[in-house]
């Protein structure tokens, strides 16, 4: 189906992001929503809705595929390894991550760790997935009953 897109219209741009659609320029609106809804969009990349040109969700998963962003999970999965080991509190502003689903699981972390810094590009609907996996208090890294935060993590790195 996306071949057929490309092959139809010569003038796309076959990205990850908006594969097959014409280069359109977002407005200063899109970019707002992109970034204050970012949620949202997170789960509609995750369950693999293609962003139409110029939209806030084709902004999002652009963002998404930066090295910037990249860095910032990264970055943020080492303070949840770290917040395992040494214990978190609320007075931190962070909320207290499960310490023995984390370090059961510091294999694979440290797999998507490298993953997300490796030279190969990641697919967007991985990062999504890692940033709703992050984001949400309610998750398996933060609950016992939501889950295994390894099995969590594998599906991330299956999907990058």
Do not use: K, W
Request: proline share 6%; aromatic share 4%.
């Amino acid at each position: 189906m996306r071949e057929e897109r490309l092959a139809s219209n010569p003038g796309a741009v076959a990205d990850e992001v908006g594969a097959g659609y014409p280069v359109v320029a977002p407005s200063v609106l899109a970019r707002l929503r992109a970034r204050v809804f970012s949620y949202r969009y997170d789960c509609e990349l995750e369950a693999g809705v293609d962003p139409g040109p110029g939209s806030a969700l084709q902004v999002h998963g652009a963002r998404l595929s930066t090295d910037a962003e990249r860095a910032d999970l990264a970055n943020a999965l080492r303070v949840v390894l770290h917040d395992a080991e040494a214990g978190t509190s609320l007075s931190q502003g962070r909320v207290p991550v499960r310490g023995d689903a984390v370090h059961q699981a510091a294999d694979v972390i440290d797999s998507v760790i490298d993953r997300l810094e490796s030279p190969s590009p990641a697919r967007v609907r991985g990062v999504a997935r890692l940033r709703i996996l992050l984001a949400d208090g309610r998750g398996p890294l933060y609950r016992s009953d939501r889950g295994s935060v390894a099995a969590a993590m594998r599906g991330v790195l299956a999907a990058l």
